[in-house]
């Protein structure tokens, strides 16, 4: 039983959330408070967060400007040719502190949380990051009975997906664990 979360910067702006239990549930939410008792209410196992969790090493604060700007798993993604948005670009440190904040207070119920990146996803299996069609035939190949979702909605499957993988040894981390892991399929 794993919860994805498609994390927004802000809380004015749409979060994905799905669990994957007997029954796939995804919604819409917005507020940590909406999030959190969404886990809550869910029991999960893992929760899966598409956003930075953690700071470069060397880095004193997420407004630090002379710090180094990538962590290790940052450097992986770009080795294996995975676009992405680095934690100290403008909108991402927002992201990067609501995320962190969100991973001690998860983490305090006693649930373990990783960090995962959707589009790296949607990369390893080839399938075109936008693309919501080829998104949902893929996600019906692993047993989703996909809806009219949005691509918030969308990514928090793949964020849920990619932690049920993870604790199925079907998924590893990239980077430094004493920095920050990413998650990522391994594709067979």
Known sequence: MEVGLDLAGSEKRDTGFCFLGRKTDVK???????????????????VAIDAPLSLPKGREGIEDRTGPH???????????????F????????MLTQRGMNLKRKIQRLGIDVIEVYPGA?????????????????????????TKRWTQDELDAVACALTGRWYLNGKAKGIGNPKEGLIVIPVKK
């Open 28 to 46: 819409i939410l917005h507020t940590d408070k909406e999030i959190l008792e969404e886990i809550k209410k869910c029991k999960p196992i893992l």
């Open 86 to 93: 680095p934690v100290t670009l403008g909108p991402m440190r």
């Open 70 to 84: 990538f962590r290790k798993c940052d450097l992986e993604l770009r080795r294996l040719g995975i676009r992405f």
């Open 121 to 145: 996803t949607y990369d390893v299996f080839g399938i075109k990051r936008k693309d919501r069609k080829q998104i949902m035939a893929w996600m019906r190949r692993y047993g989703i009975k």
